[in-house]
């Protein structure tokens, strides 16, 4: 969904879409351009995070980068202003387009339910600023940055044993409770409240440092910080300062956002709605693997990848043709199971942003070249980081192949909304029984997390079966298929 403004016949605005389904925020990763660059329609200019996925937003106009209203690791709101264009740059001298009320330095108070005060505009959070002035009304006393910067300074000093110096300690204008003047709300933009609630921490804690007692991100990391030890009584010796270095360098805390957020809320949603029962076969796999080293030399195989999880993922969507009702989902609202006559192969991910899981859509349908074209290019994207939401949604059943981190097995959690999930296991040369003796052979461990209110153990046991004796004996390939 493309999204922007016109604030003037001069300045165009691109506001942060809503890239996927339904999202209400995206952080910032990168930006591509800096105030001054020329940009033209359909250039990406940043590159954003979702709960999803990153994604390249491109700007849909030609100009002149005029501001970038926010900096990189900025999480944004779907609808907020994100860049400003100048569309007819040398044209002679305009008013630039104001910064939104959100993003400037104080959300408003709440005014409850009611009208909105007057002169004053309802936005996204609370009411923007009155019509009559754009400016705050100055605190009383000298200004709060120098405060903060003495507050600052007197608790460092405090911390390191050591009497704050009496001309840096004027009488404190910084409340008791941080960034709440005058008793009031802390100053916060509303990223920062948002970094704070993630980090469970209470503003009215936090000693702000930005102008006017705004709190900044870098006051609530340090406040997030563990403390590395109390501070020294009177009659306790000096604490070393090498010990708080070293007990601050203990640990470190990474805020949970993004994809890594989105799949920590999905696998608790997951694991604590769906009855997970997993079960486990192991099987010879050495026909298999001949059967790859064959495919290598087919031609019509030429520049596609071949390897064991293609046969694998070919294996499963036989068995879930064979056992067509273990491809389904429930409806939870509608107290419905919903059985689903096509299949999106979910392929599990793992990306430097964590775990995703895209999906090859209509997988029943392509041929084993078609296939292998498919996975390919689904792991090429994963691995660049430019999985789009579309290719991750509406999975059916998926596959996790925990075999390549040399993991024999695991109990994979289902991807909520899918029925079936597949581990395989690293495939290994083992002593095997084969035709009466017991000889070297390629086996692997294979386990199916289903979920119980759609698959009983018959049908989860049938369909596991299938893949099994498919690996072992891949021509059932041609006779099942």
């Excluded at 903060?148 to 001309?167: C, D």
């Excluded at 004027?170 to 609630?197: C, T």
Aim: aromatic share 4%; charged share 20%.
């Amino acid at each position: 969904m493309t999204t922007m403004t016109e604030t003037s016949a001069r300045f165009r605005e691109f506001k942060m879409p809503d890239v996927g389904e339904g999202l209400t925020e995206a952080e910032i990763l990168k930006w591509f351009v800096q105030p001054g660059d020329t940009v033209t329609d359909g250039q990406v200019v940043c590159e954003v995070e979702t709960a999803k996925a990153a994604v390249e937003l491109p700007i849909p106009f030609d100009g002149v980068v005029h501001e970038l209203r926010f900096p990189e690791g900025t999480t944004v709101d779907v609808g907020q202003v994100i860049i400003a264009i100048d569309v007819a740059p040398g044209s002679g001298d305009a008013p630039a387009p104001a910064a939104e009320p959100t993003q400037e330095p104080v959300e408003a108070a709440s005014q409850g339910d009611g009208d909105a005060p007057k002169g004053r505009t309802p936005v996204l959070v609370g009411y923007g600023v009155a019509e009559s002035s754009t400016k705050r009304r100055p605190r009383k006393g000298a200004s709060a940055a120098p405060e903060a910067a003495a507050v600052a300074a007197a608790v460092q000093a405090e911390l390191n044993g050591h009497a704050a110096p009496a001309a840096a300690a004027p009488a404190p204008a910084v409340p008791a409770q941080g960034g709440a003047p005058d008793g009031g709300r802390p100053l916060a933009k509303p990223p920062v409240r948002k970094l704070a609630k993630d980090l469970g921490i209470d503003l009215a804690t936090v000693v702000p440092t930005g102008k006017d007692g705004v709190i900044t991100r870098e006051d609530v990391h340090a406040a997030a910080a563990p403390v590395a030890a109390p501070a020294p009584s009177q009659a306790a010796p000096e604490a070393p300062a090498a010990a708080v270095a070293s007990a601050s360098a203990r640990e470190t805390r990474i805020p949970v956002k993004g994809v890594r957020k989105a799949i920590a809320q999905a696998m608790v949603g997951s694991a604590f709605t769906a009855p997970h029962v997993t079960e486990f076969v192991t099987v010879d796999v050495t026909r298999t693997m001949k059967l790859v080293a064959e495919l290598k030399e087919d031609k019509d195989m030429a520049g596609v990848r071949v390897n064991p999880l293609l046969i694998i993922a070919k294996a499963l969507l036989v068995a879930i043709k064979r056992n067509p009702e273990v491809n389904a989902a429930w409806d939870e609202a509608n107290q419905e199971i919903v059985q689903k006559h096509y299949v999106n192969l979910g392929i599990a991910a793992a990306t430097p942003r964590g775990l995703i899981v895209p999906n090859i859509k209509d997988a029943h349908d392509k041929t084993l070249p078609q296939l292998a074209a498919a996975l390919g290019e689904l792991v090429t994207t994963a691995r660049d980081g430019k999985t789009s939401p579309a290719a991750m949604a509406g999975g059916t059943v998926t596959i996790t192949n925990v075999g390549v981190f040399g993991v024999d097995t695991g109990t994979p959690i289902l991807n909520p909304g899918e029925s079936a999930i597949l581990a395989v296991g690293a495939i290994k040369l083992q002593p095997w029984v084969h035709k009466g003796k017991v000889k070297p052979r390629q086996v692997t461990t294979l386990a199916l997390s289903f979920d119980h209110r759609l698959v009983d153990g018959e049908l989860g046991s049938k369909v596991l079966a299938d893949v099994a004796a498919i690996l072992e004996q891949p021509k059932r390939l041609i006779t099942w298929a």
